[in-house]
Nanobody
Framework: QVQLVESGGGLVQPGESLTLSCAGSGESNLDGYAVGWFRQAPGKEREGLSCLSSTDTITYNANSVKGRFTMSRGNDRNTVYLQMNSLKPEDTAVYYC?????????????????WGKGTLVTVSS
């Protein structure tokens, strides 16, 4: 079992940056897992944003974040970050991370085994 905890959400102004963290705990380190980020805005369906493979290759699933968001894995290999730049009001959502040992295809099709509880990001002036 793997537990995921997201952190780093908050209130920012349009154009600012924010970095979210997804930390793993439990039986396994996140090294060896594909980890993805999703978001769900009020009244909308959950949207898969991007995924970082176990070999640290990024797959983007949402055109709206390409060029603005990027992912990385910490030196401990147990934390995955979502660096968000040039934030817009439409980026306001609860952001979730998900982890899966079988790769990004599983993650981005929402079939990951492990999910965090989310962190709220609000972009507003």
């Amino acid at each position: 079992q793997v537990q995921l905890v997201e952190s780093g959400g908050g209130l920012v102004q349009p154009g600012e940056s924010l970095t979210l963290s997804c930390a793993g705990s439990g039986e396994s380190n996140l090294d060896g897992y594909a980890v993805g980020w999703f978001r769900q805005a009020p009244g909308k369906e959950r949207e898969g944003l991007s995924c970082l493979s176990s070999t640290d290759t990024i797959t983007y699933n949402a055109n709206s974040v390409k060029g603005r968001f990027t992912m990385s894995r910490g030196n401990d290999r147990n934390t995955v970050y979502l660096q968000m730049n040039s934030l817009k009001p439409e980026d306001t959502a609860v952001y979730y991370c998900a982890a899966e040992s079988e790769g990004c295809a599983m993650v981005l099709s929402s079939r990951a085994d492990y999910w965090g509880k989310g962190t709220l990001v609000t972009v507003s002036s």
